[in-house]
């Protein structure tokens, strides 16, 4: 019960808007390197401070899934190339933090598909992933979209978006065959052009300030 007051306490107005939160990044098992795009969590946290009320601490944390210290953390990002594996002991602890105010978004950076929907599976054996559709308000915020961008083309499927849902609120964002984290990192590590970084940013901005807004 005390992680999941500290984490209310962190999702609080007064502290969303006055504080300096800090989000996370998700060290999982499995082998998948989970540390991939290393620039671009600082990079999207540098953007939302231009541009949204919230304050974030401009470096991200590292946690893992079965510590109780991700009850700090409003925002966990998990990304990578291969296998990721939730231990049972990792699937209690997150899910009660999902289900307590905390929010996971997972990015597919390429061969990591399979495996990361076995563990959503495992995670919520009772609910699917859900398409999310044109113009849903995760879209809509600062920066206005129809739908994902395609920041990488990768297998050249569409860039998609999936939700787990609990209580009409997102607990658990899946964005696929679009390459977000690609895009927030440095310039030259993938050589985009900036109008492409631009709307990996404006999205992943749309995402956080999505997350902030709910948790009023």
């Known amino acids: 019960m005390r992680h ?3 984490l209310l306490l962190v999702l609080s107005a007064s502290f969303l808007y006055s504080q300096s939160l800090k989000i996370a990044v998700l060290k999982y098992a499995g082998g ?6 290393p620039t671009s969590l600082p990079n999207l946290i540098r953007f939302c401070n231009e541009h949204l009320p919230a304050r974030i ?19 966990i990002h998990a990304t990578g190339h291969g296998n990721i594996y939730f231990t049972d002991q ?11 105010g905390g929010f996971l978004h997972i990015d597919d950076n390429y061969g990591m598909d399979p495996y990361a929907r076995r ?3 495992k995670l919520f054996p009772d609910k699917k992933l ?4 044109d113009f849903h308000p995760i879209f809509q915020q600062k920066f ?14 569409p860039a998609q978006a999936f939700a787990i849902t609990h209580n009409g609120r997102i607990v658990l964002l899946y964005t696929y ?3 977000l984290g690609n895009g927030w990192e440095d310039q030259e590590v993938h050589n985009n052009p900036e109008e492409v970084r631009q709307r990996a940013l404006k999205m992943g901005c749309n995402i956080l300030h999505y997350v902030f807004e709910r948790a009023l």
């Not at 998948?32 to 795009?37: E, K």
């Not at 601490?57 to 009850?71: K, L, M, R, Y």
């Not at 990792?90 to 307590?100: S, T, V």
């Open 4 to 6: 999941v007051q500290t």
């Open 144 to 157: 206005p979209f129809k739908n994902i961008p395609k920041i990488h083309e990768h297998d050249g499927k």
């Open 130 to 133: 859900e398409l999310l559709p």
């Open 32 to 37: 998948g390197d989970w540390y991939a795009n």
């Open 90 to 100: 990792d699937i209690k602890n997150l899910r009660k933090y999902l289900l307590n």
């Open 177 to 179: 065959e679009t390459d």
């Open 119 to 121: 563990e959503i599976q």
């Open 57 to 75: 601490h401009p470096e991200p944390a590292v946690v893992e899934p079965s510590s109780p210290d991700i009850f700090n953390y409003p925002f």
